[in-house]
T-cell receptor, first 114, second 112 residues
Framework: DGGITQSPKYLFRKEGQNVTLSCEQNLNHDAMYWYRQDPGQGLRLIYYSQIVNDFQKGDIAEGYSVSREKKESFPLTVTSAQKNPTAFYLC?????????????FGPGTRLTVT | GDSVTQMEGPVTLSEEAFLTINCTYTATGYPSLFWYVQYPGEGLQLLLKATKADDKGSNKGFEATYRKETTSFHLEKGSVQVSDSAVYFCALSRHTGNQFYFGTGTSLTVIP
């Protein structure tokens, strides 16, 4: 089955530690995205990548970093510089061909930093 | 810039009631429009989409019609079930630039 996997489902870290969230897709999509969702809030774009070895900042990139070394993988690192990292993180991908460009989402990772 | 505005929740309905969740958009050109659903603790799932004016997207009893004249894409369902309880997001994308714009989400609770 094609889809997007995010691991782990729940992640706990101490303040001051960097943490990397995994996102893998086997949909052969060119574009991948990271969003942050806070309780009762909508989605805010952190970073996105349209091709391998290239990525752009979204609306809230400060305190985060990404890499795109392979088409199927787009890991997100939450650094100690992120002031309020506890949130639900969603990875998505889309195919830039054809019309519609719908995004497909992974199941999310809930990060708790104490 | 492009944006999506959807009605604020939470919305609480009795089972078998009629559902409308309003969504309006601002965009240059002719965007594609989407409704996504998010169940508790999960990612978003595409519910339906429409790629041009007057298109009607439908899935699982939900419908939405792309109205260019009113820049709207309201979500409707004739008879909701308890299992429809979730958060619903309206979204748009333009066919260039590969950017997505989400509304803030509307929480729906259906009571038996």
């Amino acid at each position: 089955d094609g889809g997007i996997t995010q691991s782990p489902k729940y992640l706990f870290r101490k303040e001051g530690q960097n943490v990397t969230l995994s996102c893998e897709q086997n949909l052969n999509h060119d574009a991948m995205y990271w969003y942050r969702q806070d309780p009762g809030q909508g989605l805010r774009l952190i970073y996105y990548s349209q091709i391998v070895n290239d990525f752009q900042k979204g609306d809230i990139a400060e305190g985060y970093s990404v890499s795109r070394e392979k088409k199927e993988s787009f890991p997100l690192t939450v650094t100690s510089a992120q002031k309020n990292p506890t949130a639900f993180y969603l990875c998505a991908s889309s195919n830039q061909q054809g019309s519609g460009y719908e995004q497909y989402f992974g199941p999310g990772t809930r990060l708790t930093v104490t | 810039g492009d944006s999506v505005t959807q009605m604020e929740g939470p919305v609480t309905l009795s089972e078998e009631a009629f559902l409308t969740i309003n969504c309006t958009y601002t965009a240059t050109g002719y965007p594609s429009l989407f409704w996504y659903v998010q169940y508790p603790g999960e990612g978003l799932q595409l519910l339906l989409k429409a790629t041009k004016a007057d298109d009607k997207g439908s899935n699982k009893g939900f419908e939405a019609t792309y109205r260019k004249e009113t820049t709207s894409f309201h979500l409707e369902k004739g008879s909701v079930q308890v299992s429809d309880s979730a958060v619903y997001f309206c979204a748009l994308s333009r066919h260039t630039g590969n950017q997505f714009y989400f509304g803030t989400g509307t929480s729906l609770t259906v009571i038996p």
